[in-house]
């Protein structure tokens, strides 16, 4: 069989993520959930350099749009539920006969959990009913101190331990988030699920296996693993999901071609995705800035291997190790990656400060105007999204293009 280009990955792949047609509102119910179920999740983090990950990774998509529409939508019209996917996520409601599963294996599997759960039963008990009782509820109810060092049921680190297993397990889940504070309810006053019912577990590796391969429109193993990583299944429950779809004609093995020849690895694409991956399709087009939690970036190996752009959240590096800055969005512009910048939204001066801009090796070969102008347009939705009234741009590599890129985002 002919190798599949390692174009047509990168576009479904694209189209996948909604980053065909970046920036292209408006934000309603019907894109915000074909963009989740899409993509199998919308991550939470608690940084908030320039707006939070999950606002910042739908302004990608959508361009600027109301914060308090996305929390309707998750939280009161209840789209979105806070799982764990990648790392804590607003997952699909549509997807929770799926999720069930994994919460309900949560109880046994994850065998941590057992030493902790004999020494703190009476803990875990109190912590459902003070939640039954007052729900919705903040972590900091189980913050308060007797003044000993050790307070038993209301010891902070037994009570949050207590309410994590809860939210882990289904028992509890999250009702809202006020200020990006977590408000805990019982699971089923915020969505009943008893009628639903979880799949089996071999259902669930398979759905799991599908769910990423539809994410990521053709994977490798090791792609899947990284996608959506949790749960951490093990080798052998992963082989055997596959064995299965393949035995089954859902899943098909393929070839990746790119200029050097084929990439390494067994890849692996759904038989459904199979024209769409041998067709042309249309390229993509459009310009935006990337979060450093998004799910296009999920397993950054692979964003290395199809695009060629080494990415590092630097976050996590101390600053004098840092090549790039604290907060680094790639720059994505006609479906490549032609830069990252480094951004911060100063809301006390109502600026958004780029301290600097680095293109990538070879910029400027190709659509050098449309690159810069899509830049600044992205830059000033950006801007517009954050309420920022003046953008400052520092440092630009290479410098020559320091004053275009300075220009295009005024």
């Not at 020494?119 to 912590?127: D, N, P, Y």
Request: charged letters at 25%; proline letters at 4%.
């Amino acid at each position: 069989m002919k190798p599949i280009p390692i174009e047509a990955v990168r576009r479904l792949f694209l189209k996948r993520q909604h980053l065909d047609r970046p920036l292209e509102g408006p934000l309603d119910a019907g894109r915000l959930r074909a963009f989740v179920e899409d993509t199998g999740g919308l991550q939470l983090d608690s940084i908030n350099v320039i707006e939070r990950a999950h606002y910042l990774t739908v302004w990608s998509r959508f361009g600027a749009y109301d914060k308090a529409a996305l929390d309707k939508l998750a939280y009161e019209d209840r789209l979105l539920y806070e799982y764990w996917a990648h790392a804590a996520c607003l997952v699909p409601s549509g997807h929770l006969r799926a999720w069930q599963r994994a919460m309900l294996d949560y109880r046994t599997s994850h065998t941590g959990w057992s030493s902790w759960l004999k020494a703190h039963g009476k803990v875990l008990a109190k912590v459902e009913s003070v939640v039954a009782e007052k729900g919705p509820v903040t972590a900091s109810v189980f913050a308060e101190r007797s003044g000993k060092k050790s307070s038993g049921w209301w010891d902070w680190m037994p009570g949050h331990h207590a309410l994590h297993f809860l939210w882990m397990t289904g028992k509890v889940a999250v009702h809202s988030r006020p200020h990006f504070r977590k408000r805990y309810d019982l699971a089923t006053r915020v969505m009943d699920l008893s009628a639903v019912e979880p799949l089996s577990a071999l259902e669930f590796h398979q759905w799991h296996v599908r769910q990423s391969l539809h994410a990521m429109g053709a994977a490798t193993a090791k792609d899947l693993a990284s996608y959506l990583s949790f749960p951490r299944f093990s080798l052998k429950d992963r082989r055997k999901a596959l064995a299965a779809m393949l035995e089954a004609g859902e899943v098909v093995r393929v070839e990746v071609g790119g200029l050097g020849g084929v990439l390494a690895g067994e890849w692996f694409a759904l038989r459904e995705d199979m024209p769409a991956l041998r067709g042309e399709g249309p390229a993509a087009s459009g310009t935006t800035l990337i979060c450093p939690f998004d799910s296009f970036l999920w397993h950054r190996q692979r964003i290395l291997d199809l695009f060629g752009f080494d990415y590092k959240i630097e976050v996590y590096v101390p600053a004098p190790k840092r090549r790039y800055g604290y907060y680094c969005l790639p720059i994505l512009h006609q479906g490549r990656l032609i830069g990252r910048l480094d951004a911060k939204n100063s809301r006390q001066d109502g600026r958004l400060l780029v301290p600097a801009v680095h293109f990538e090796e070879g910029f400027g070969r190709g659509d050098l105007d449309g690159a810069l102008a899509g830049l600044g347009r992205a830059l000033g939705s950006l801007a517009e999204f954050a309420a920022a009234q003046d953008i400052q741009v520092g440092r630009v590599y290479p410098a020559k293009f320091t004053e275009e890129v300075r220009r295009q985002a005024r």
